[in-house]
């Protein structure tokens, strides 16, 4: 392969490799703690161990590869940098976590889906299992959600966060000016441009959120990357 090519490659891969492992944590030290009954603590931890398997998945091609992922497990959520998320790793209540998990991890599952159809094939292999699971976090959130609908107390709290978190949304696309991103489609690893990415989520996800009696606010397109370039974990 390329020297560019295996550049980008193995880029994207350790990205989302660490970012599962991040997921992981994030379901465990995040909203285990603030889910409001036994079972939705027990939700985050079926959760949290579909991550680790999502990590273990990419760690194993990144492996075939020659690259170890093992000091991912030593390092503390704060420590990695790969795919810094503070925004996810700063929620505080049910409401945040059940919006990131409908509108987040559906953003996120845009990018694995690109990546299921990347040019590396070992790569876009082993995403069936990933693609799966996360289809169930993202109807998790969205039955959350939908449960918090019922009231109009419930309602405003939701439209009030939905109103502070979409940015935060939009920008897990990364920005319109990012240096990666053509090279990536060049080279057939993503199939859309952040800009493209982002307008196809918004374009899906913004109708189903009006059916709920929900709205979104205009945002500019971010400039700057307000996460690392490239896909991150659901």
Not at 57 to 85: C, F, P, W
Not at 179 to 207: H, M
Request: with cysteine; aromatic share 8%.
């Amino acid at each position: 392969m390329p020297e560019e090519y295996q550049e980008l490659a193995i880029h994207q891969m350790m990205v989302h490799t660490e970012g599962e492992l991040s997921g992981a944590d994030d379901y465990l030290q995040v909203f285990f703690p603030i889910a409001p009954n036994a079972y939705e603590r027990k939700v985050c931890c079926e959760r949290a161990a579909e991550e680790i398997d999502h990590y273990m998945i990419g760690a194993a091609v990144l492996n075939d590869l020659g690259i170890n992922t093992d000091h991912m497990l030593d390092q503390k959520l704060l420590e990695r940098g790969l795919y810094a998320s503070p925004a996810i790793h700063n929620i505080k209540t049910w409401t945040q976590r059940a919006l990131f998990s409908y509108i987040g991890e559906n953003a996120v599952l845009d990018h694995i889906e690109e990546m299921a159809k990347s040019s590396y094939r070992p790569w876009a292999n082993s995403f069936g299992k990933v693609i799966r699971d996360e289809h169930v976090h993202v109807g998790h959130g969205r039955r959350i959600v939908r449960e918090m609908l019922r009231d109009e107390a419930g309602r405003e709290e939701v439209q009030q966060t939905l109103n502070a978190m979409w940015p935060f949304v939009l920008s897990l696309f990364g920005s319109d000016t990012s240096r990666r991103s053509p090279e990536y489609l060049r080279w057939g690893l993503r199939q859309r441009t952040n800009a493209e990415a982002r307008d196809f989520f918004v374009a899906r996800i913004v109708p189903e959120l009006n059916r709920m009696g929900l709205t979104v606010p205009d945002q500019p397109a971010p400039q700057a990357p307000a996460q690392p370039e490239g896909p991150t974990h659901a």
